[in-house]
């Protein structure tokens, strides 16, 4: 029976889980869980906690830093409760997203246009502290340190777990916050099922230890970090892959010309590592994450598509120290060992949803 929502942030958050072929037998596919914006779980539950808990009101203005799919997500949230929202946001906020946080009554300011991660994020954490100064009422979201941005994602664990609802399971996805990933695996474990989780990183991504290296091409928005985020824990994941934008945009074209998906660059990169693990672990399901569509990326990746390498032409590096990362593709063993950078985060207590 299909259910009739009352705001589109509920009717959108659901993902449409599509088996995409892994060039084996069809119990071998690998399960890809595509978003129209995945952060709208984080958003919605953690504004729904905020109020619950009293420490925001319907009316406060509630501002956060994004490259683009989190401030769609706050948008909505603020929307569904009655909240103003402010969006400090990065270049890739585009004209088609920015006119539609406009409309839903979000406020937007970009930071200068610059290819380097450190400083496009320097320049937008430091706004919001200048804004803050002014504004002492604003709730700063804090999408990056704050953990209560992992609560939403029991959900998806949930779908997880019925889609997949016995055996061992390998999530592999981008590592953004850590709030989505790390989320949905220890949610999963929780529940005492076996998970491998599998991070993406980019190049130049200081999170998993790649700061000293750069990408050629550009960033990859919203799944890398050139500042500490302090929501990402490290002792959850197995294993890492640092993938390229060369790299990630071949797959995400592959992507959409074998199984009809059009998602974005930290989807393609999911996809590379997805089969690179199942072709290493065949006894594991392979469930990938692709977290928002493609639309951002047409004129800078899928253009392109006449430049796309072919799947079995890319291969990882396969290395044991972060001293051997080297572009287009790298790949170790974490073994959930936790950074020496990054403070343990205590996993959230879930609060009932309304």
């Not at 700061?211 to 919203?222: F, K, R």
Request: with cysteine; hydrophobic share 40%; charged share 20%.
């Amino acid at each position: 029976m299909t259910r009739l929502h009352d705001h589109l942030a509920e009717a959108i958050k659901d993902p449409d889980p599509i088996r995409v072929r892994s060039g084996g037998s069809p119990e071998e596919d690998l399960i890809c869980l595509r978003f129209e914006t995945m952060k709208v779980y984080s958003a919605l539950g953690a504004v729904r906690h905020l109020l619950d808990t009293g420490r925001v009101h319907p009316g406060d203005t509630l501002i956060d830093s994004s490259s683009g799919i989190y401030a769609h997500a706050l948008a909505l949230a603020c929307h569904r409760y009655g909240m103003k929202c402010h969006i400090v946001g990065s270049t890739t906020v585009d004209r088609t997203l920015r006119v539609q946080l406009e409309i839903l009554g979000a406020t937007v300011e970009q930071v200068p246009s610059s290819n380097n991660l450190q400083l496009d994020q320097n320049l937008r954490v430091r706004r919001i502290g200048e804004i803050l100064r002014d504004n002492p009422t604003y709730h700063w979201m804090q999408q990056y340190h704050d953990d209560i941005h992992y609560l939403g994602y029991r959900a998806i664990a949930d779908l997880v777990a019925s889609l997949v609802p016995s055996g061992p399971v390998c999530l592999v996805g981008g590592v953004g916050t850590g709030a989505s990933t790390g989320a949905i695996a220890a949610y999963l474990r929780e529940r005492g099922r076996d998970v491998n989780l599998v991070g993406v990183q980019p190049f130049g991504s200081v999170t998993f230890g790649a700061g000293h290296t750069q990408d050629p091409e550009m960033i990859i928005a919203g799944i890398g970090s050139s500042i500490e985020f302090r929501n990402v824990r490290h002792e959850l994941y197995d294993r890492m892959h640092w993938i390229s934008f060369e790299y990630a945009m071949s797959a995400a074209v592959d992507l959409l010309r074998t199984s009809g998906v059009f998602a974005g660059l930290s989807a393609g990169a999911a996809y590379l590592s997805a089969l690179w693990e199942h072709n290493c672990d065949r006894d594991r399901k392979h469930v990938f994450l692709a977290a928002d569509t493609g639309t951002r990326y047409v004129e800078s990746a899928f253009a392109r598509h006449a430049e796309a390498r072919p799947m079995a032409s890319m291969r990882p590096r396969e290395i044991d120290s972060l001293d051997q990362l080297a572009v287009p593709w790298s790949a170790m063993s974490w073994d959930r060992r936790e950074s020496g950078r990054a403070r343990r985060a205590e996993f959230p207590a879930a609060t009932p949803s309304h």
